[in-house]
C-alpha cells in the first residue's frame, strides 16, 4: 500500500513536516498533538527522557522543553543527522528500537511518537519489551499512535490517510491491542485515551 507520497515525503523533511503539521488540524495543532502523551505526568529537568524512533526531531523539539536530559534513538543516521541540527540540544542514537544499544533502568520515560505503527507484528512486540527493560522501575511509557475508530464517519478520512502514505503494518496496528500487549511484557497501571472518533490512541503504562 502507500503511495508515491510516502517515499517523496521521507526524502523531502519539508513535505513530510508539511503533512504532520496537517494531520494535526484534528487535535488542535502540532504542539497539542505533541503534548498529548505527556499529560499528567511529572517531568522535570534532570528527568531521563528516551524518545524513541524520533526522526528527525519533530518530538524532541518539544521534550527538550521540559527536560535537560533528552536522547533521542533512530535506525535513520540520516534522521539523526537532521535531528541534530535542528535540536542541538538533545542526545542521539543510531540504534534499532528492538535491539536498543542501551543500558538497562536507564530512562524515567520513554516516549513514542506515531512510530509504533511502522512495526512489523512481532517487531513490535521486541520493541515493547525493550523499553520496558531500558525504563528505571516505576518509569513511564507514554506513545501516540493509530487506533481503530470507534466512530464510522473517520473511517473514510483515516483509511484515505493509510492509503496513501503508509503500508500493511499500519493496518496491523487497528487491529492490535496494546494495552494487553504491555501488560503481558509487565506493566501496569495502562491508561489509554481516544481522540478523534477513536482514531488516534494516547497510552500511558508504568513499570
Known amino acids: 500500500m502507500a503511495t508515491i507520497l510516502r ?10 513536516d508539511g503533512i504532520s503539521r496537517l494531520a494535526t488540524l484534528g487535535v488542535g495543532g502540532e504542539k497539542r498533538f505533541r503534548h498529548l502523551a ?14 524513541l524512533c524520533c526522526g528527525a526531531g519533530q518530538t524532541t523539539r518539544f521534550l527538550v522543553q521540559f527536560s535537560n536530559r533528552v536522547t ?3 535506525a535513520s543516521a540520516l534522521a539523526l543527522q537532521r535531528a541534530a541540527r535542528s535540536v542541538p540540544q538533545a ?6 528500537a528492538e535491539k ?3 543500558a538497562d533502568g536507564q530512562f524515567d520515560l520513554v516516549h513514542a511518537s506515531v512510530a509504533l505503527h511502522e512495526m512489523e507484528s512481532e517487531q513490535l512486540k521486541q520493541i515493547l519489551s525493550e523499553v520496558y527493560r531500558v525504563l528505571k522501575p516505576g518509569g513511564i511509557f507514554a506513545a501516540i499512535d493509530l487506533h481503530k475508530p470507534t466512530n464510522g464517519l473517520f473511517w473514510l478520512p483515516l483509511a484515505t490517510f493509510m492509503w496513501l502514505f503508509e503500508t500493511e503494518t499500519a493496518w496491523q496496528l487497528l487491529e492490535a491491542d496494546l494495552v494487553e500487549q504491555l501488560k ?24
Open 72 to 74: 533521542g534513538l533512530d
Open 38 to 51: 505527556l499529560q499528567d505526568l511529572d517531568i522535570k529537568p534532570d528527568t531521563e527522557i528516551l524518545d
Open 91 to 96: 542526545n542521539y542514537i543510531e540504534g534499532l
Open 100 to 102: 536498543m544499544p542501551l
Open 7 to 16: 517515499p517523496l515525503s521521507y526524502k523531502y523533511q519539508w513535505l513530510y
Open 184 to 207: 503481558a511484557v509487565g506493566f501496569s497501571e495502562c491508561q489509554q485515551r481516544l481522540y478523534l472518533g477513536g482514531s488516534l490512541q494516547v497510552i500511558q503504562a508504568r513499570k
